[in-house]
């Protein structure tokens, strides 16, 4: 199915909607070039630096991070109606333990500007290099937060990626979540 | 006229389109509930912590800065057609040495959850109380970035507000630039 290049915020709406609702998928790859997905609830959209930006948070403790900081760059996915359960993999088991493409069925399609794939089977893809990235200080969160999202000490690494590319099927509105 | 309530990424495309053509206002007030206003060009939309969060940047320089320093919170409002020299002139003067407010003919309208008045003029509005600051940090910004936007040293501090509410007008789409 083809896809078509569409402006960085015309899916702003419905990318943030379906990161709410279920998550969005975060795609890296290794050295080898094999690729990896993990899931993200947080995230922003936004301009800064003259330039559209994809804020995505990491923990430390992730593979995805691992793979980030080597390669400095990542796409983010708007998974469709029917990908539910690999949603729910992709954030419960880690790429060091299981190959998700494979255990998910997943069609890695080469990116246009950036080492890592987009997922085929998703509505959306943004194509995204690290221009930025900063820890969370655990001085300036609330309490709440800290208790509620940081009982032990894992805090974000947020990656400002800069969006080169977003490409959606035609029909995305009708595909995704 | 009557403004509806909005979820909160429902207008997310339309706020960061207009931001990227002629800029939001953010609105501040100091501690006798005056109100100012600055153009901004630069933010985020996004999700955080189990909460919608608009991210904005701010220099220390600003007198916006020492307002929301104060009372820690802010609005985010999208003009409208016809508020372009409105945006223009709180883009390039201080509140310190102008009444924005006053100059450009803005009328405020209370916020119900924070202290910062929305500006009722503008199409849509965005109620945010900061929960998360954190100061850009030199050493991780492209080379381009800083001698582009930093020539003189003045990094952003980025607020992370909770987005409270949005209203808007129910014909904004006809109304923004």
Known sequence: MERIELSPFQVAR?????????????VTVD???????????WGFIGYIWTKPVFIVAVRPSRYTYTLVEKTGDFTVNVP??????????????????VDKFKECN??????????????GEC??????RAMY?????SEALTKEVVSLCYPKGDYHRLYFGEILRVTAYRNYRELIL
Request: with cysteine; glycine share 10%; charged share 25%.
């Open 106 to 119: 997943f069609t890695p399609i080469a990116s246009k500007y950036v080492k890592a794939p987009i997922i």
């Open 14 to 26: 419905e990318t943030l909607e379906v990161m709410l609702k279920t998550g969005l998928l975060m």
């Open 123 to 128: 509505a959306i893809g943004f194509e995204c």
């Open 133 to 137: 990235k900063q820890d969370l200080i």
């Open 31 to 41: 050295e080898k070039g094999k690729p990896n997905a993990m899931t993200i609830g």
């Open 80 to 97: 469709v109606k029917g990908m539910e359960k690999a949603v729910e993999l992709c954030g419960t088991v880690s790429g060091r333990d």
